[in-house]
């Protein structure tokens, strides 16, 4: 197990720590650049390298576990961040009709917010009771949700995969990703944010579908799947497997200058929480769920690391978008990347 770890923090730890050391003297432009090349090159390039080795004798199976695995952890997300709100009694009492409250509305000005998305009121504790409807607690729990459901299976989860996994059980990892993103990513969450979110903007039906189709790494998907039989001279094969590391390098590196630019933790609480939910209570209940149904070795192990995988970046997309709490899923991208290199040895332990 420890020659395994080994071998899988090695990229983790390289790529991730040196977008840390660098985070503070790269500008915002090339972060920009390359997430914009990763999306429309980088991951689509790998994911056609991939789809190319993927057996679909399970094409229907992976996909099921994968979306059983969403909304198990909606329903989670939702029962903790209840039971979270009733011990810390967060909810406000209905006040008696004779409690005169009235006061002097000249002195009432509309609360500022500061960058983090907060309201001044928020952060001095005059707010500290907030009602279930207010739009600052409702973009909370949507925020909540999606730290908790959305992981990074493309950049983290399948590199995890390929390091810890023999080639043969690549596909599950290939067909969940692709799920998480199709499914999660691009349809749930968007509704979720849409719902939960401070803003006005409309969630066309339309617009989720013209968004679903224009996503690059799903056309190379199938472009791969349907390539299969073409045979390419070694040169380019073994060229297209070194890309595939390449762009591995890539995406954990923009993972750690990402992280290096994250600030305030005014949401720690809830966002360990979340965090706590996603690296550690899902992936256990999953490999549990796998062994009672007698799945068991590296397709096991391979189902606990793409639900244990940390919180998404693309989170942060949807929180700008939605207004949602953008403090609440930086935290969290940050804890759960904690979390993983806390649970990697006992996924190895016990599902291995």
Request: glycine share 8%; proline share 4%.
């Amino acid at each position: 197990m420890i020659d395994s770890l080994f071998h899988a923090y090695i990229p983790l730890f390289t790529w991730i720590g040196l977008g840390l050391l660098i985070s503070r003297l790269t500008p915002e432009n090339f972060l920009k650049l390359l997430g914009q090349a990763l999306y429309w090159v980088g991951i689509p390039l790998q994911l056609l390298v991939l789809a190319r080795r993927t057996n679909l004798s399970n094409g229907g199976l992976i996909p099921g576990i994968a979306v059983v695995i969403l909304l198990l952890s909606i329903g989670l997300a939702v029962l903790m961040w209840w039971g979270w709100q009733l011990l810390t009694n967060r909810t406000v009492p209905s006040e008696p009709e004779s409690l005169d409250l009235s006061i002097d509305t000249s002195l009432i000005s509309t609360p500022s917010r500061d960058s983090s998305g907060l309201s001044v009121i928020d952060k001095t504790g005059l707010n500290s009771n907030k009602n279930p409807d207010d739009p600052l607690l409702r973009a909370s729990l949507g925020s909540f949700i999606l730290a908790a459901i959305l992981g990074n299976t493309g950049f983290v989860g399948l590199t995890l995969t390929q390091v810890l996994t023999s080639p043969d059980n690549t596909d599950w990892a290939v067909l969940f990703s692709v799920t998480n993103n199709v499914v999660g990513t691009y349809g749930i969450a968007v509704l979720i944010a849409s719902y939960f979110g401070n803003n006005q903007i409309k969630n066309h039906w339309w617009t989720q579908l013209r968004d679903l189709a224009t996503v690059p790494s799903l056309w190379t998907f199938f472009i791969g799947l349907n390539t299969q039989f073409i045979k390419l001279p070694a040169a380019v094969e073994s060229g297209l497997d070194q890309a595939v590391w390449v762009v591995i390098a890539f995406a954990l590196l923009l993972v750690g200058l990402r992280l290096g630019n994250i600030q305030g933790w005014n949401s720690l609480e809830s966002a360990s929480i979340a965090s706590a939910l996603k690296v550690f209570i899902v992936p256990a209940l999953v490999g549990l769920g796998a062994t009672c149904l007698g799945v068991s070795g590296e397709q096991r192990l391979v189902l606990v690391l793409m639900s244990g995988t940390p919180t998404g970046l693309s989170v942060l997309i949807l929180a700008e978008v939605y207004e949602l709490d953008r403090n609440l899923l930086a935290s969290s991208i940050a804890l759960t990347f904690i979390g993983l290199f806390l649970a990697l040895p006992l996924w190895l332990a016990w599902f291995g």
